[in-house]
């Protein structure tokens, strides 16, 4: 079955320390992970997008790791802010269908507290 | 900033109303999505779209119904809302990307309670 486990489930950090998300997944065949932002009340904003041939990738802040052979990624956060406060969704794409279907993993609520 | 609206953004019915959530976008794409999220749970697709014309139910199964007759147009109907109903709804669209890589953009959502 196709899924992805995402931990934690919720984290609080203080303001300007780092954290580290991690995301399992058991999707096949991979096509490509994403890491998505979704701010309470709002719909998810993409951060980054890694295929298969890629093992980690840069937005700004945000720091995404892909071991395709273990099926583990992990979205690191730097000097974290208090707009960082949002979940973090892990979304896995197979390659079996036209339509790209997404896996989405259940976020991990980041708090950024002062 | 995705140009991809969603109204309501809020909507309280009572039960056995009908009601239409609209989505638009401006990007042009031909695939568009709908999703239901219920509080710390996962996106579930209950409807997508190829372009105008094309429906097709997702994975969660939905008594809602969407039809697609304008490229940027994708409102979903429930006939007879009920209380098992009241979900947040999420409507997304994507650009054609490489391959299965392609960008899907979410609109706002809209946060339906039925009572």
């Known amino acids: 079955k196709n899924q992805v486990e995402q931990s934690p489930q919720s984290l609080i950090i203080l303001e300007g320390k780092n954290c580290t998300l991690q995301c399992n997944y058991t999707v096949s065949p991979f096509s490509n992970l994403r890491w998505y932002k979704q701010d309470t009340g709002r719909g998810p904003v993409s951060l980054t997008i890694m295929t298969f041939s890629e093992n980690t990738k840069s937005n700004g802040r945000y720091t995404a790791t892909l071991d395709a052979d273990t099926k583990q990624s992990s979205l690191h956060i730097t000097a974290s802010q208090l707009s960082d406060s949002a979940s973090y969704i892990c979304?896995?794409?197979?390659?079996?269908?036209?339509?790209?279907?997404?896996?989405f993993g259940r976020g991990t609520q980041l708090t950024v507290w002062p | 900033e995705a140009d991809i609206y969603q109204t309501p953004r809020y909507l309280v019915i009572g039960t056995g109303k009908k009601i239409t959530l609209e989505c638009s976008q401006t990007m042009g794409h031909d695939k568009m999505y709908w999703y239901q999220q219920d509080p710390g749970m996962e996106l579930h697709l209950i409807h997508y779209?190829?372009?105008?014309?094309?429906?097709e139910k997702g994975d969660l199964s939905s008594e809602s119904t969407v039809s697609r007759i304008r490229t940027e147009h994708f409102p979903l109907t429930l006939e007879s809302a009920r209380p098992s109903h009241t979900s947040q709804y999420l409507c997304?669209?994507?650009?054609?990307?490489?391959?299965?890589?392609?960008?899907?953009?979410f609109g706002p959502g809209t946060r339906l309670t039925v009572t």
């Open positions: 979304v896995v794409s197979d390659r079996g269908s036209t339509l790209g279907r997404l896996y």
């Open positions: 997304a669209s994507s650009d054609p990307g490489q391959g299965s890589s392609y960008e899907q953009y």
């Open positions: 779209s190829y372009g105008v014309n094309s429906t």
